[in-house]
């Protein structure tokens, strides 16, 4: 999927921003960069923030008119900081993203605009969509490669969760605990607490209930069972050779 | 929930990732930053990179060590980029925001690394979960304000739809401690581990980082570790007569 969507910058002023935003998009494993008429491009500025990203400078396309940079494109999402007079479908960029991947394989472009103004009502109106970061409203300015880093990891997280739907197990060393290998590790618990006189006459339920409520919780492994009954069988054997050294 | 989401920037080299960060932050409605020995700081670098955003960089802590930094915190989480040979509960940026909104009202820290080394191990144990953003593998070098934008952006995500969602936050009985309740029942846990002679000569680090990494992923409350240090008291007492009443 990410390989169908093109980052697509109108009007930037800082190369330095562009640069960023290739930084960000290869990051996040997006490689179609189409600038519109950019101010200064190609430049050093833009070559220092890139970093490892310059490739993404080298194979950007530079056009004249956003026509030529969305006109083979089957979905346009234009970012957008303002609310407009006419209401335009306005998704956040977790829903921007869920677009995208509902759109393949139709190839998508995402629109950023100038630094001071953004894109202008007729671009605007070019896309199906557009997409607000939903910033904090007492200081919205988000650096243009910020708002390029975000759309393109919600970007990422719709195409990685669309590929692995299956791997949702994550990657342990040890294989978990079985309820039966829980249940004996509370009654060695219980019988070591017992031994050591730790229960609450009055509530002697009260603690035991704590302690498997958070080993429960937890879903231990096998080797944390074996490891916690480890350390009951080292109490018990020290009580043990007390008591029989005891009178 | 956002109010009580500390950003801790772990010997920044670069005071421009620190303006980078504050810049970040603010854009996202964060507000509380603190810096563990930073290399260069305060900085005119930094001042530049934060752009509107320098009350942020008036009011960060400096501070000298890790303790200092998320002693008060309920739940720390870290940024880690790489795979572990003892795994630790490993989630992606929107998991781990996920965590924060459930923890509140708990305040939480995020800990980001070096810029070229991130997190040491033993930061790293220090954490509760650690976070990972999905970067493209063969190009994961993610610039350190560019990650805490992405970890803000999914924080605010969440508590815009937990303000927005009937508070459905799960009920908990007790207060969950902090990480320096944590701490000392560590030691308290060593201590005693050592008394009863527990531990592998050849390997003594292994069964005591297992049963850390058992308790942070289960972010015990502060009866629970009253709890487990009351039996760790138990058996000293035990152990400690025994030895008085050997030859």
């Not at 002023?13 to 562009?18: A, C, D, E, K």
Request: with cysteine; glycine share 4%; aromatic share 4%.
């Amino acid at each position: 999927m990410l390989s169908n969507v093109r980052i697509v910058l109108v009007e930037t002023s800082h190369p330095g921003n562009i640069g960023g935003a290739a930084r960000a998009m290869k990051n996040m494993a997006l490689g179609d960069l189409v600038l519109v008429r950019p101010q200064r491009f190609p430049d050093p500025d833009a070559e220092a923030r890139a970093a490892g990203a310059s490739d993404l400078l080298t194979s950007a396309r530079v056009v004249d008119s956003l026509d030529d940079a969305i006109g083979d494109c089957q979905l346009v999402i234009g970012t957008s900081a303002r609310e407009r007079r006419i209401p335009w479908p306005l998704v956040d960029p977790r829903a921007a993203a869920e677009r995208v991947r509902e759109a393949q394989p139709g190839r998508t472009a995402i629109l950023f605009g100038r630094e001071r103004t953004g894109l202008s009502n007729e671009e605007l109106h070019r896309c199906h969509a557009h997409v607000h970061i939903p910033t904090n409203p007492d200081y919205s300015s988000l650096n243009l490669a910020a708002a390029v880093q975000v759309l393109c990891y919600e970007l990422r997280m719709a195409a990685l969760a669309s590929s692995a739907a299956d791997q949702s197990a994550q990657e342990w060393d040890v294989e978990p605990a079985s309820s039966a290998d829980l249940e004996r590790m509370f009654a060695h618990l219980e019988d070591t607490l017992l031994q050591l006189n730790f229960f609450d006459p009055d509530n002697p339920r009260q603690v035991l209930t704590r302690l498997r409520r958070l080993m429960m919780r937890v879903a231990p492994d096998r080797m944390e069972v074996a490891i916690v009954r480890g350390m009951l069988t080292a109490v018990q054997a020290r009580i043990g050779s007390q008591t029989d050294s005891a009178p």
